[in-house]
């Protein structure tokens, strides 16, 4: 290969970016499609526990280690009266979701979640309706959750078979509020107080709780940044976190573009978070507000989704292929080099819908994006690192000259384990790279690579490891060694830095 198509990698753990937050290595469940019920909770399946949750998933999001998990929605926490999902199931109210246009019985609902979310080691995120609920609402189901029996709220909770409180500790102002899709609807001066009197009344309940404020629902909307800006104004002494929802596609058959997509993202955080410093200077504060992009993940064109008033209808059970993998850990990368404001990701969803696990009532499948997750999540710790990257770069239709190269790595002076991964965004090119560590020395190297020719290439139930992470032999990513990664591949390496 020619000198002009070699890359190079140069590594100093002194060059520090910031703490890498565990929780950007989190989740979104949704009473959505089949996220909920016959993914979680499935009592007429043969893995099915106790308490009807999937054994086989749970074993699965053990795997990915979600840190969180932000539930109940999404659009369908607009209507949601969470008073409907708590007490002995046979006396839950059944109700049609208008969101989803689908029939919810309601069998699932907060104390459930809490219990799923301890069983898989998850904190609980719960999110308010700011639609159709209202500030009491919010307060309410803040003291059902987490005060001390001797109250209304509270005593529900201990009659429902839970004394200790629940002590959830993360909290969303509503849901894409912006949007004129959600029931509920309101601009955004309207949402702004809303928000603030609901985040007032739900810290005098726990002034401890941290709270996430409703934010554009993509850079899309005719009102980003400034709705952004105006919420922002009204709660920014109150909430703890600003909300971003993305989904990337690849509706132009495109892929070179579709792998350079990070381009784009990086830009979208760069313009919240010049909103949330403008805001803090205006305000005169003191606090610092990060960002929580609580949906994110990879979605095709499916339209208007509707359940035809079914319980549990398959909705959008997008099946992931190579390029979404590679799509996927570069988002992964981005987390990670804007770990300094992007302190909270929800990947959406987890189960059925949208997400890295499918299930039938008697089978899972890992999917193409299981992977790049599970190794970030596995693998980052520590402190995000400030690379210098030397790429070759190749053109893409949408985002013009991109390199050829997507990088981020993390280093943990404790423990002293590094992390370092790579996405080679071509569909034809090799990339030779070549490492320049600058103050320590890379020991006990393992490295993990998913890798193939066909970016359409998908796993099925029928072929269930046609695109996952294989172990991969290295002999050296010293100071001097070169690598070769094929195109559409992405590597993850683990090491001690001496």
């Known amino acids: 290969m020619p000198d002009n198509r070699t890359a190079h990698l140069y590594i100093d753990t002194r060059r520090s970016i910031s703490p890498v937050s565990p929780l950007i290595f989190s989740g979104f469940a949704e009473h959505m499609g089949r996220c909920i019920y016959g993914g979680i909770y499935d009592p007429g399946s043969p893995h099915a526990d106790e308490n009807g949750l999937r054994r086989d998933v749970l074993a699965a999001l053990r795997e990915l280690n979600f840190r969180s998990i932000r539930y109940p929605g999404g659009n369908f926490l607009s209507g949601y009266d969470w008073e409907d999902g708590v007490g002995p199931r046979d006396k839950r109210p059944a109700r049609r979701d208008l969101a989803w246009q689908t029939h919810e019985s309601n069998h699932f609902g907060s104390d459930e979640f809490i219990n799923f979310c301890r069983e898989i080691k998850s904190e609980p995120m719960l999110a308010v309706n700011m639609g159709t609920g209202s500030i009491q609402d919010a307060a309410n189901l803040v003291e059902y959750c987490n005060a001390p029996p001797g109250t209304k709220y509270p005593d529900l909770r201990v009659a429902n078979g839970n004394r200790q409180p629940h002590g959830v500790g993360y909290w969303c102002l509503g849901n894409e509020m912006d949007g004129h899709w959600q029931i509920g609807h309101l601009e955004a001066h309207e949402y702004g107080r809303k928000a603030l009197e609901a985040a007032k009344m739900m810290r005098w309940h726990d002034p401890d709780i941290q709270l996430v404020l409703c934010g554009s629902s993509t850079w899309e909307m005719p009102g980003f940044p400034e709705w952004d800006r105006i919420a922002l104004e009204h709660c920014y002494e109150l909430v703890d976190y600003h909300s971003m929802h993305k989904y990337a596609d690849n509706r132009d058959n495109d892929t070179d573009s579709f792998l350079a997509t990070t381009v784009a993202l990086e830009e979208f955080v760069e313009t919240l978070e010049g909103v949330l410093r403008y805001v803090k200077a205006k305000t005169r504060s003191k606090r610092e507000v990060y960002l929580s992009w609580d949906e994110w993940n990879i979605s095709g064109d499916y339209g208007e989704v509707k359940g035809d008033w079914k319980e549990a209808p398959r909705l959008i059970e997008e099946v992931y292929t190579l390029e979404d993998a590679l799509v996927a850990a570069q988002w992964l990368n981005l987390f990670l080099r804007r770990a300094d404001v992007v302190k909270i990701a929800c990947l959406a969803q987890i189960v059925n819908v949208i997400a890295p696990i499918l299930t039938e009532t008697d089978a899972l499948l890992k999917q193409s ?128 830095l001496r």
Do not use: C
């Not at 002293?416 to 071509?426: D, H, I, K, T």
């Not at 490492?435 to 020395?441: A, I, K, L, S």
């Not at 796993?459 to 100071?479: D, G, K, W």
């Not at 070169?482 to 590597?491: A, E, K």
């Open 369 to 496: 994006i299981f992977y790049p997750f599970l190794l970030f999540s596995r693998l980052a710790r520590g402190n995000s690192l400030d690379l210098l990257l030397q790429s070759p770069r190749h053109e893409t239709k949408r985002y013009g000259d991109v390199p050829l190269l997507d990088v981020s790595a993390t280093h943990d002076p404790e423990t002293r384990l590094g992390a370092l991964f790579l996405v080679n965004r071509s569909q034809s090119e090799e990339a030779l790279l070549g490492f320049h560590w600058q103050n320590v020395r890379p020991l006990n190297t393992r490295a993990w690579q998913l890798a193939g020719t066909d970016p359409m290439a998908v796993n099925s139930f029928e072929q269930p490891n046609r695109v996952v992470a294989r172990p991969l032999a290295v002999q050296s990513i010293e100071t001097g060694s070169q690598l070769l990664l094929p195109p559409l591949s992405f590597t993850a390496f683990e090491m001690i």
